[in-house]
């Protein structure tokens, strides 16, 4: 089993949709968690933290539930600029583990 | 501005040459890393360091070497060791004491092997 596994996607959806990714990891030792955004062809960057409370910035909204290793990200009135490749990020001591990531598509 | 810099951006290179990607940071951060990226994939850990003169194998670390020299600087070097060099290379930095932080990227370096 992977260490971080996510959704496969490809995910194509309208402008204005809600969509949402889902990310599991198997380490129970893990600190923190992240999702980073990544553009086609470019490096990888942070898009939010997520905490055990949950939290939210704007159209975007990540979730912990640290006793099922599971990490959410819900994306709200989904833009055409939101097209993007989503990683999930799970941090334990010195070491990021990266998921696959689930690539986005916003249609106009 | 302060960031992370690699260099080249591209590179190509002939089977059996070893070739040095650069990369330095003006962060004062800590902790440099490498990974490694091929086509649909996720992101995998070369080489880690935490301190000036030390450094850890990551996962994939197998005809690959680092030297950790200066706080701002940590190339990578690819030997001809690599068996399938061809991939995008992403250099990382964070700030240690902040132990959730998050790390941040230089814009990577894209290496093809002819």
């Known amino acids: 089993r992977k260490e971080v596994e996510q959704d496969p996607g490809p995910f194509n959806v309208p402008e204005g949709a809600t969509v949402a990714f889902n990310c599991t990891y198997s380490?129970?030792?893990?600190?923190?968690f992240f999702w980073y955004r990544q553009d086609c062809r470019k490096e990888p960057k942070l898009l939010m933290s997520?905490?055990?409370s949950g939290n939210e910035d704007g159209r975007f909204t990540a979730q912990l539930n640290r006793a099922s290793q599971y990490i959410s990200l819900l994306i709200r009135d989904s833009k055409l600029s939101d097209s993007a490749t989503y990683l999930c990020?799970?941090?334990?001591?010195?070491?990021?583990?990266f998921g696959p990531g689930t690539r986005l598509s916003v249609l106009p | 501005d302060g960031g992370i810099t690699q260099s080249p951006k591209y590179l190509f290179r002939k089977e059996g040459q070893n070739v040095t990607l650069s990369c330095e940071q003006n962060?004062?951060?800590?902790?440099m890393y490498w990974y490694r990226q091929d086509p649909g994939q996720g992101l995998r850990l070369i080489y880690y360091?935490?301190?000036?003169?030390?450094?850890q194998k990551g996962d994939i670390a197998e005809g690959y070497s680092v030297s950790r020299e200066k706080k701002e600087s940590f190339p990578l070097t690819v030997t001809s060791a690599q068996k399938n060099p061809t991939a995008f290379y992403l250099c990382?930095?964070?700030?240690?004491?902040?132990?959730?932080?998050?790390?941040?990227f230089g814009e990577g370096s894209r290496l093809t092997v002819l």
């Open positions: 962060l004062n951060h800590d902790a």
């Open positions: 990020v799970v941090n334990y001591g010195q070491n990021f583990v």
């Open positions: 997520v905490y055990s």
């Open positions: 360091s935490q301190i000036v003169n030390d450094f």
């Open positions: 990382a930095s964070r700030f240690l004491p902040e132990n959730t932080g998050e790390l941040f």
């Open positions: 380490n129970s030792a893990s600190q923190s």
